[in-house]
């Protein structure tokens, strides 16, 4: 059998290459993104395709990508990948939706610190020989209150650890959330814009999100209040922040993701907020550490070769999630489709057929997609996987044995 490609971006971690090299691929590697035209020629004969945020993996490239079977989004972020056009190819999607959240909580505490003591501010001061020790506008975060736009896997962690700093949690979010520890759930965006003495936001990178928070949403807050986003760059007017900021109506602000961000390391970056006082700037390094960065690359790369094995799709972004274990001596069939009525019996009807016992079998759906994965107790000949394929609801039906 060929040895099959994987093709890695952005500089992912190298465990992220030992451990798919272990499984057998060929492993390419490139430290940066890769528009449409470069990414469909560097994916004719890749299987496995793992990038970051910057690499956009859109219907067009899918489309040409006609050996691609998975992407490994090594972020938590999926919205540069489309997903429902890489489903309805049979190209199952993961992404690292844990991994980084300890990395993105800790720096959001480390912004909230810095910017309510002005740190930013005495620094700069320090490094231009200016001695200028004062008390004015600095303050301790015991006590003040942070306000927590999304109250997912990063905004629950954030509350629990601000609480230990002393500071009193409001949160906000349109799905029903249990509240952690003494956090209060806002009854509106506005009752949490009002009450905040920090508002961070922690939304995900779905499109009805793009404009989320604007001059608007700035107005309501408290003056004097300050803003951290480290979720999508799309969400958050920079435009209005700066007017925020020089106006004086918000104290300061931290921004890790923008509209606009530079394909690769060194690359020149220009924003509206370049200059402004007690504003800290970081170039996406949110979920940057080491640590994180080791643990996504573990993550996702396990993922992904288990999918490529065994047809596991637990986690998967968009596929129907099944995981059957698999005893030695079967052979299985991993079988992708349209969910419409009496696809399952007619994949059973088709193995009866060909000769085929059933040692075991999973099916699941999601939405318009089912996928089933069946062991057969004896071999699998060519043209019974031809009767399957041939099916009209068919979409990929991989043999692994």
């Known amino acids: 059998m060929p040895v099959p490609k994987a093709l890695l971006l952005e500089n992912l971690h190298p465990q992220a290459r030992t451990i798919l090299e272990s499984a057998g691929f060929d492993v390419t590697t490139r430290t940066g993104a890769l528009d449409e035209s470069e990414l469909v020629d560097a994916l004719q004969g890749v299987e496995l395709l793992g990038i970051r945020s910057k690499t956009q993996v859109t219907a067009d490239v899918l489309a040409q990508a006609h050996d691609l079977v998975a992407v490994g989004a090594y972020c938590i972020g999926t919205n540069q990948i489309d997903l429902r056009a890489a489903a309805s190819l049979g190209i199952a999607t993961f992404n690292a939706p844990f991994s980084n959240t300890r990395s993105v909580v800790e720096i959001a505490i480390a912004d ?32 003040r209150t942070l306000g927590i736009i999304g109250y997912g896997n990063i905004g629950t962690q954030l509350s629990v650890l601000a609480e230990n700093l002393g500071m009193s949690v409001v949160f906000y979010d349109t799905a029903e959330k249990l509240a952690l520890g003494n956090a209060r759930r806002a009854s509106s965006l506005d009752e949490l814009l009002e009450t905040a003495d920090v508002v961070t936001l922690h ?21 004097g209040a300050i803003l951290l986003n480290l979720s999508r760059g799309f969400v958050v007017d920079p435009a209005a922040v700066r007017d925020a900021i020089v106006s004086g109506h918000l104290a300061g602000a931290a921004i890790d993701v923008f509209p606009v961000e530079p ?25 940057s550490t080491e640590e994180a960065q080791e643990a996504i690359g573990q993550f996702v790369s396990n993922k992904v070769r288990d999918y490529l094995a065994t047809g596991s799709t637990t986690l998967s972004v968009n596929l129907p999630n099944v995981a059957l274990d698999q005893p030695p001596g079967v052979h299985r069939l991993a079988y992708l489709h349209r969910n419409v009525p009496g696809v399952l019996a007619k994949v059973n009807a088709t193995l009866a057929e060909h000769g085929v016992n059933i040692e075991g079998q999973l099916l699941a759906t999601r939405g318009d997609l089912g996928y089933v994965v069946t062991d057969a107790g004896s071999p699998v000949d060519d043209s019974l996987v031809t009767a399957l394929r041939a099916q009209p609801e068919a979409i990929r039906l991989r043999l692994l044995s």
Not at 203 to 223: K, L, S, T, Y
């Open 203 to 223: 939304v995900d990178g779905r499109p009805g999100n793009a404009g989320f928070f604007g001059a608007a949403q700035i107005a309501r807050m408290r003056p």
């Open 112 to 143: 909230i610190i810095a910017l309510t003591r002005r740190l930013t501010v005495f620094d700069k001061e320090m490094h231009e020989g200016v001695w200028n020790k004062s008390a004015t506008g600095a303050h301790e975060v015991r006590g």
């Open 263 to 287: 394909k690769r390391k060194g690359d020149p970056f220009d924003s509206e907020l370049l200059g402004l006082p007690n504003v800290i700037l970081t170039p996406h390094t949110g979920g």
